[in-house]
Nanobody, 117 residues
Framework: QVQLVESGGGLVQPGGSLRLSCSAS????????MSWYRQAPGKEREPVAT????????NYVDSVKGRFTISRDNAKNTVYLQMNNLKPEDTAVYYC??????????WGQGTQVTVSS
């Protein structure tokens, strides 16, 4: 049974930082491209950052470039999202995704990030 478990969300003031973690089990983590998505109230889920299996290719949505950093530790089956200089518009539920093209896509349950003073 595949499980993706996110943690690290919470309430933070504008300009603050959070580090999200997603721990994977039940799949070959090193063969999975990993992504973070987010969904704000009333909006569609959007991709935030993606990292390939060995970390060789990383992509970010324009709105988080220079503020967020995605990384992975294949030995720990974990992907991270370091979020700095957070803004109120970053408020959303953040989801972890594991994907292997034409094979599988799995989602975590999400973790709430709220940026507010």
């Amino acid at each position: 049974q595949v499980q993706l478990v996110e943690s690290g969300g919470g309430l933070v003031q504008p300009g603050g930082s959070l580090r999200l973690s997603c721990s994977a089990s039940g799949l070959i983590f090193s063969s999975s491209a990993m992504s973070w998505y987010r969904q704000a109230p009333g909006k569609e889920r959007e991709p935030v950052a993606t990292i390939t299996t060995n970390g060789g290719i990383i992509n970010y949505v324009d709105s988080v470039k220079g503020r967020f950093t995605i990384s992975r530790d294949n030995a720990k089956n974990t992907v991270y999202l370091q979020m700095n200089n957070l803004k109120p518009e970053d408020t959303a539920v953040y989801y972890c995704q594991a994907r292997r093209i034409a094979t599988y896509t799995y989602w975590g349950q999400g973790t709430q990030v709220t940026v507010s003073s």
